[in-house]
């Protein structure tokens, strides 16, 4: 055993498109928004044209896979009907799959009936699910049947409520127990394939992300592969006093952090950038020898 395999004491694969996956080396999650509100690229990729530079782009800088979202989930975003949802995503979908029939697709949704839709129309291959199930009773079950990686984050409340004043008695034990929760539920209904997302900016105050960054490894006890969405959200750019457009260089540094505390998988707007942090920190890991 070597030092990496020390290291990451989790389950390190996954299986997307038939074959396995290796997570010993962190992996980069490219976000493609089709949507008109997301708090930093919303509106941005509304035509096909659009969207496939944008893809084509994270491809090229090393993007691993891509995570596909027509939900909102801003603080305060505003809920849309599940057909509009669907609606949204087809073309982005229908673009990747014809261009680039190799790359493994996420989509982030929380409604089965999506999570059924995109797998079997456009094989899809994981399920990202910021409500971690609790907000449609037939996911589970659904991503079970589908046989597809499913990712489960932690949220306080909903993205309408998320962010009114965030309490917890104790934060690290409060999402410990929502994941061994879940879990058990999740492993019960047959799905095998399990990310954990610890939900930063997801009905958390600056602090409390700040917190679950600096013992992102207590999540280990899980022995999943845990991926971090840190890119450019508030939480960076309140304390550096700029926005979300300014947040790069923040975001790259909290990537960094990340890394070096266990993430797998990065979730990312900026592709290159978060291939560098990674090369660079399993370089500081794992030197080689000589």
């Known amino acids: 055993m070597n030092d990496k395999d020390t290291f990451f004491s989790k389950k390190n694969t996954l299986r997307l498109r038939g074959k396995i996956t ?6 980069i999650m490219g976000v493609l928004n089709v949507t008109p509100d997301s708090f930093y690229d919303g509106g941005r990729y509304t035509n096909k044209q659009l969207i496939i ?16 979202g027509a939900f909102s989930s801003r603080p305060g975003a505003v809920p849309i009907p599940e057909n509009d949802e669907i609606k949204r995503l087809e073309p982005a979908l229908d673009e990747i799959r014809t261009n680039y029939p ?16 995109v797998v079997k129309q456009y094989d899809v291959n994981i399920i990202n699910d910021i409500f971690a199930g609790t907000a449609d009773d037939n996911m589970y079950k659904t991503i079970a049947d ?15 409520n998320m962010q009114k004043n965030p309490v917890y008695d104790n934060l690290m034990k409060e999402i410990i127990l929502f994941f ?39 999540f280990k006890i899980f022995e999943l592969p845990v991926m971090v969405g840190l890119s450019r959200k ?20 909290l990537n960094t952090i990340a890394l070096i505390n266990g993430a797998s ?6 592709v290159k950038e978060a291939k560098e942090a990674i090369r660079l920190t399993q370089m500081y890991l794992y030197p080689t020898n000589g």
């Open 22 to 27: 290796e997570l010993s080396d962190p992996k």
């Open 53 to 68: 530079k944008k893809v084509s782009q994270m491809i090229t800088e090393g993007a691993d896979m891509i995570d596909v």
């Open 102 to 117: 190799d790359i493994p697709i996420s989509v982030d949704t929380f409604r089965a009936g999506v999570a059924k839709y």
């Open 146 to 160: 589908l046989g597809v990686p499913y990712i489960i984050m932690h949220m306080k409340g909903t993205p309408q």
């Open 180 to 218: 061994s929760e879940r879990l058990r539920h999740i492993r019960h209904s047959g799905i095998h394939d399990i990310i954990i997302d610890p939900g930063f900016g997801f009905g958390k105050t600056i602090e409390h992300n700040y917190t679950i960054l600096r013992q992102l490894d207590a």
């Open 234 to 253: 508030s939480f960076i750019y309140k304390v550096l006093k700029t926005v979300p457009e300014e947040s790069l260089n923040g975001t790259t540094v």
């Open 265 to 270: 998988i990065l979730r990312v707007h900026d």
